[in-house]
Each structure stands twice: as C-alpha cells, then as structure tokens.
C-alpha cells in the first residue's frame, strides 16, 4: 500500500519503543499519524487491576475514547490497534460512525488468552493480525512477528566481548526460576553471566515473595524497580556472546528479545521450541533448552555465530513489518 498522504490513528500501549519505530516508518513513507494511547489507566497499580478485572474501567475508557476521538478534526483513512484490550465495542462504533470509510486493523503481540475479552471484538475489524502462530490457526488470524529496530553496527569480529551469556527482560511467572538456573550453571562452567531483572513496582516483588519460589531463590536483590536506558541495554548486549531468551509459558510468538538478538547477530539460547519454524532458524546460532532443567553443550557456547543473510533479516525490523501489516 501507498501510504504517501495517508491519515492513520495509530492507537497502542506504550511499549519497548516498538510504537515510536512504527510511527517514525510511517512517517517515513508519508503518512500523518495521530497517536493515542490505548489505555486509560496510567498508573501501574491501575494496570494490574485492569488486568484481572477490566469491567472496572469501561465507563472510564469509553468516557477517554469519546474525548479524544472528538478532538481529531482529520478524515482518517486507516486506524490502527495494537493489543485492543481497552477498546470496547462501542467505542470501535464510534470510530465507525466518524469515519465510514476507514479501514480497521488489529494487531497482537500477546496471545488472545492474555487480553480479557478481546474474542468477542475482533469481528468488528476489518483485518486482524497476530504474532502468535497457534492464535492464527484457531481463529483464522493473518500471521505475522513482531519486529525490532535493534541493528548490529559494528562487525562482530572487533567487538570484545564482556560477557559470555546475558539476560535482560521484565520478570513474571517462571523466568524468575529460569534466570536462577542460568546463574547457577554459568558459575559451576566458569561461564561470565549478566543479568537485569527489571520487576514493575515494590508491590509485585511482595507478592512473587509470597507466591513464587524461583523469585525467592533469586534474590531480591537481583531485581532492579527502575528500567535501564535502551543505550545501555544495547552496549551490554553488543558486548556479550549469547543472549538468553524466555518466553511466556502460554506464548509460541517470538518475543521481542528473540527479534533483538537476531538483528545484532548474536547467539541465542531460548525456551521456544518453536522458534524452529522461522526462516532465520539456525541450530549453530540457537540452543533451544528445557525450562525446567537447562543445560547448554561445549561445543554450542565455543562455536562462532553464524551469518544470517540480510534478506531475512530485514523481514524482522520496522520496514518488514509495515509492509506486510499495510500491504
């Protein structure tokens, strides 16, 4: 699709950056964007409560999507939605009704079993596309990951390296015990390990505390309440070997870790087996491992990284996913 003067509503959460790299590509072909903000909840507190129970703030959303949606005085020509979980249906209505020719896209990065009653809406867009291959195939969703915009600019060869394996992400459900694993076989092969365990409030670690063994043998510690600037994220990933990647227990996607370590050419040790199915897939560069019992061979951790050629590559930044998304 020609997207040269185009008007989109791009309505997402905030996430990783991923939604300042789709819109800065929109730009880049043209289009004016008007972001807005999917949720109407701001507070972390409100957004774990959201999470359980979201019939608390529908009044509240649909109240914060007839404001804002009134104000755009533009004829939009296409609105896109990441995620969706804070739409309701008539507040989709209203976008409807404003503009009778827009055209609707949905988007997921998470599997449709983690966002509360977004089943009943997809049928009120006019394409939905998904990152989870299994969601794909039950629901007859188009199929597409997600991206990064993470490159590798420096030739790996005159990088030095400062960590043999290293782990960033936000914690939840089983990573917590993963990580520890991972701490622990590093040390007994002499392996240099670095991790940054990101955790969104003190409330959450009182209650992995209370319910969740692997954050207790971690390590309070271990865990950092304030995020770290994607700069440094970017430096520490550039000077390790091999990055590890968990992804949720409930999810086949790739996550945005996977997309990262493949666009800075590095190796990578996951827990999605799945990973097998895409086109970059290399078992030179991949070590898939059992979540519950991780073990890595010599000859994976010595071995060099293996080339990936740049048209598959592209398929998995920003540029690849506009165009499939807006074909």
């Not at 404003?98 to 977004?118: A, H, M, S, T």
């Not at 091999?242 to 999810?251: A, F, G, H, T, W």
Request: charged share 25%; net charge positive; aromatic share 14%.
């Amino acid at each position: 699709m020609n997207l040269n003067g185009k008007k989109i509503l791009f309505i997402s959460p905030e996430f990783f950056g991923v939604d300042h790299s789709i819109m800065n590509e929109l730009k880049k072909r043209g289009a004016t964007v008007i972001w807005l903000d999917e949720r109407s909840v701001k507070s972390s507190f409100g957004r774990a409560v959201n999470s359980i129970s979201p019939k608390l703030f529908v009044k509240q959303s649909n109240n914060y999507y007839k404001k804002n949606l009134s104000s755009i005085k533009d004829n939009i020509d296409i609105v896109l939605v990441i995620k969706g979980e804070m739409i309701s249906a008539s507040s989709i209505e209203l976008i409807r009704n404003k503009w009778p020719k827009v055209q609707l896209i949905l988007y997921f990065y998470d599997p449709v079993e983690n966002i509360k009653g977004i089943i009943s809406k997809v049928h009120l867009y006019d394409r939905v596309i998904s990152f989870e291959p299994k969601d794909c195939q039950k629901y007859g969703f188009e199929f597409r990951p997600l991206f990064s915009d993470f490159i590798s600019k420096e030739p790996q060869t005159e990088v030095k390296s400062k960590y043999d394996i290293c782990f960033y992400g936000t914690m939840y459900g089983d990573r917590f015990n993963v990580v520890y694993q991972m701490r622990e076989f590093c040390k007994n092969k002499g392996l240099r390990f670095y991790s940054f365990c990101f955790l969104r409030g003190k409330f959450m670690a009182l209650y992995y505390m209370l319910t969740n063994s692997g954050f207790r043998k971690l390590g309070k510690s271990e865990i950092s309440f304030k995020s770290k600037p994607g700069s440094e994220l970017a430096e520490i990933v550039v000077r390790s070997n091999i990055i590890l990647d968990v992804n949720d227990i409930k999810q086949q996607g790739l996550t945005i870790r996977t997309l990262e370590t493949l666009l800075s050419k590095k190796k990578m040790i996951t827990t999605n087996s799945d990973i097998k199915r895409y086109d970059f897939y290399n078992s030179a560069n991949i070590c898939i491992v059992d979540r519950n019992n991780i073990d890595i061979p010599d000859t994976f951790l010595q071995s060099k990284y293996h080339e990936v050629p740049e048209e598959i590559l592209v398929k998995y930044t920003a540029k690849g996913w506009v165009d499939d998304v807006f074909r």
